[in-house]
C-alpha cells in the first residue's frame, strides 16, 4: 500500500492540513448507551448478553429521540476529524414491529441529523429478515429491524432517489444470519450499480460454528464463493478468518471495516492486520457502538493491539515507509472513497499548531504525533464540503445540540 503523499499533509498558518477521516461503520442510536453496559449482567457476560442490553435501549427510540442522538453524536465525530459517516441502519419501525406513517421517518431523522451538523452521510438502510442462520423469525424486539425483500427494495428506492453531493444511499445486509442465501442474491441483483454494500461478518467464534453448520462453510468463505464481493464491498469487522479468506477478502479489492474499540468492548477478537496487510489487503475504521468517537483512538488501538499480540513494535509499517502513523492514515484515506461513495476531495481538518503535542512538529513525523501523543483532541478547525462546521475545536451548533441531547438522554433513560 502506498503511504500518505506529503501533499496530504499541508503545513498551513493555523496549523497542519490533512483530509478527513470518513468513518465506516456507525449505529447511531448505541451513542445513548455508550457507557451504560460495563456492568456484569450474567456470569459469562459476552457479545450475545450485551446485545440484549442493546435491544432493550434500541426498543426505546422513536424518530425525535434519534434525531436528537445522532446530531449529538455527528457533532462529536466531526469535533474529532470524521468528516463522512456511513450508517448502519436498522430501526426502521415502531417498536412494537409495525411500520412508521412514513416508512422513511427513522432514516429521515438520520438524514436531518447529517444535514443539521453538516457531515457527510453514507445512509445504509439494513435489510434484516432472520433471527439466525437456521431462518428462524425474529424475535420481540427485532421486529422493528425487519423487512420482507419488497418493502425492502422500496424502501431503498426511495431513499436511493434523494442522493446528491451530501447524501449517498448503499445497502447494508445486517449479517449473514439474518439474510438468507436467496434474498442476498435477489437484492444484490436489483441494486443499482453506485450502490455500496456492507455487511457485518465474522466478528464472533459464534456465527462462524453457526456458520459452517448450517452452510457448511465458514462466514467469508461463504460470501466470497456465492456473492461477486469486489471494491464496492465493505465487510465490517471481519474478525474471525482462515489463511484463505485472509487472501480472498485482499484479492477481491473489498474494504474491511476494523472498529477497534468496540471489537475491544465487546471482546471480539483481533483482527489478522499483519498478514491482510502483507496480503495487500483494504481497510478503514469505524466507531460502531461509539463507546469512543475517535479516529486517533481507534488507529491508536488497532496498531497497539497487534503489538501486546505479537510483542513487537511498529507493526504497521512497509518497506521504505517506515512511519506507522502515516501508514494507518494512507490505509483509511486509500478506502474512503470505495467504501462511502463520496469523493470527498473538499473536505479538510486542521490540527492545532499551538497544541504542545505539536511543538517542532514536521510534515513528516505529524502524523504520528497526531496519532500517538496524548489525549487532548487536536483537531481545530473541520470543513466538509468547503464550509466550515468546526472552528476553535467546537462545532459551530455544538451546545444547541447538547442541549437538545440532554432532554433526549433524560427521556429515553426514564423510559
Ligand atoms: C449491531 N453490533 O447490529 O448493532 C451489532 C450487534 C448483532 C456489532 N456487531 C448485533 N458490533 O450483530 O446481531
Ligand atoms: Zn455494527
Known sequence: MSHVQHASIEAVPAGWRL?????????????????????????SDSFWTWR???????????????????????????????????EFHYLHHA??????????????????????????????????????????????????????????????????ARQDDMLKVGCALHSLRAVPPDAMQAV???????????????????????CIAVRDLRPVEW??????????????HATHLNDWEVAGIAKSGA??????????????????????????????IGSDSHISVSPVEELRWLEYGQRL??????????????????????????????????DAVDDSIVLDADAPQLAGATADDIADRW????????????????KRVVADGMHVDRESIAARYATAMQELLAG
Open 371 to 386: 496519532i500517538f501523543s496524548g489525549n487532548r483532541n487536536l483537531v481545530g478547525e473541520v470543513r466538509v464540503a468547503g
Open 95 to 160: 417498536p412494537d414491529g409495525s411500520p412508521y406513517a412514513a416508512p422513511t421517518e427513522m432514516s429521515d431523522a438520520l438524514v436531518a441529523a447529517a444535514r443539521d451538523t453538516g457531515i457527510r452521510l453514507t445512509l445504509l438502510p439494513v435489510l434484516y429478515m432472520t433471527g439466525g442462520f437456521d431462518g428462524r423469525a425474529l424475535n420481540e424486539r427485532q421486529k422493528r429491524f425487519g423487512h420482507d425483500l419488497d418493502t425492502y427494495l422500496k424502501l431503498f428506492a426511495s431513499l436511493h
Open 19 to 43: 483530509p478527513g477521516i470518513a468513518n465506516l461503520h456507525s449505529h447511531a442510536f448505541q451513542r445513548a448507551m455508550a457507557g451504560l453496559a460495563e456492568r456484569q449482567t450474567h456470569p
Open 255 to 284: 474494504t474491511v471495516a476494523i472498529c477497534p474499540t468496540t471489537e475491544a468492548n465487546l471482546g471480539d477478537g483481533l483482527f489478522r492486520l499483519r498478514d491482510y496487510l502483507d496480503a495487500g489487503g483494504a481497510w478503514g
Open 188 to 210: 444484490l441483483a436489483a441494486l443499482p450499480t453506485d450502490a455500496r454494500i456492507h455487511i457485518h461478518v465474522a466478528e464472533q467464534v459464534g456465527e462462524v460454528q453457526d
Open 309 to 342: 499480540a505479537t510483542r513487537h513494535r511498529n507493526i504497521v509499517v512497509e518497506k521504505d515507509a517506515p512511519s506507522v502513523g502515516r501508514n494507518l492514515l494512507a490505509g483509511v484515506l486509500a478506502t474512503a472513497a470505495n467504501a462511502t461513495g463520496f
Open 52 to 86: 440484549e442490553t442493546m435491544y432493550r435501549m434500541a426498543g426505546r427510540f422513536d424518530p425525535d429521540a434519534l434525531h436528537a442522538v445522532a446530531s449529538q453524536l455527528y457533532v462529536e465525530m466531526l469535533e474529532a476529524g470524521y468528516t463522512t459517516v456511513c
Open 223 to 236: 460470501l466470497l464463493r456465492n456473492a461477486a464481493v469486489d471494491a464496492r464491498w465493505t465487510l465490517v
